[in-house]
């Protein structure tokens, strides 16, 4: 891909190329018999069914050798249990869902990689102790979310439909009033045409503003030219980053004329930002690089630990 600056043409949806492309696509959700993988298992319902593609069940038994599975019921059983109850679940919840279920075996994480390889999205889920309001993100979930091809997004314990939407008029939760807002931490001028385009299209499913973030950094006060005054300089950067987030978002707002787009562009440290951005989101948008290593860092590793809600982390770049 161009690493230039150059903004993605209008062009048809992310959602609509792969639809055109490759129809075979579902909403992958990983799960494991626990309550929080449960609870990503629903939220991966719903998301197949606001993007109108099938949901697949996907649990990992672990290898066996022979004579165990003669001896007794082993991963592989205890596996299809786990995939027979929430599939019956979920087609309870959701009649119109086509769900399918797999069950490969051998390493998770391994199993997971190839999974998400042809996913429209690979959910997983992630336990959150009491009095904690982010993320306990599990190594098999972090080196996912750190290596698969395709977005990955990380539920946590007890998300519930109701809070993906903005209260009722008494205040109370609600599954039928307007989605709360996707939020998108953009890095700028990095290549994110995927990043965008995944944004974008879970904004739009939703019939959901988009708030993009944009957080640039603060000059040292020696890189301020000789006889400038330093607030002249701030505010000068600040500028040159409100023009370059609203060029790369142009073409997008053409190209999704409905979904409203907030601009937010901050200076200082990113993560603490990005976290009070997304507190209230539906959905947190975070990118990493395609190639950038095993483990999740900067940005989108500080998301996954420490942001209450869902956080979709796409491969870019």
Known sequence: MNRHRTSPRPCPTTRTRLAAGDRTRAVTAGIDGTLAGMDAADWAAREALRRGVPLRLLHVAADQDHQSRIRRAGPADRARGVLDRAAITLSYVHPALRIH???PSGP???ALLAAAADAETLVLGSRSPAGFGGFLVGSVASAVAAR???????VRAGECPEDAHVPDTDGGPSRSTPYRPVVLALDLPLPAEELLGYAFDAAAVRGAPLHVLHVWTVPPLDACAPGRAVPDVLAEREEDARR???AELLPWRRAYPATKVVERVRSGRTGHHVLKAATGASLLVVGRRAQAGPRLGGTADSAVR??????AVVPHG
């Open 101 to 103: 279920a797999q069950q």
């Open 108 to 110: 998770t994480a391994a």
């Open 148 to 154: 698969a091809e395709r977005p990955v997004v990380l």
């Open 244 to 246: 370059e987030l609203a």
């Open 306 to 311: 420490h942001v209450a809600c869902p956080v």
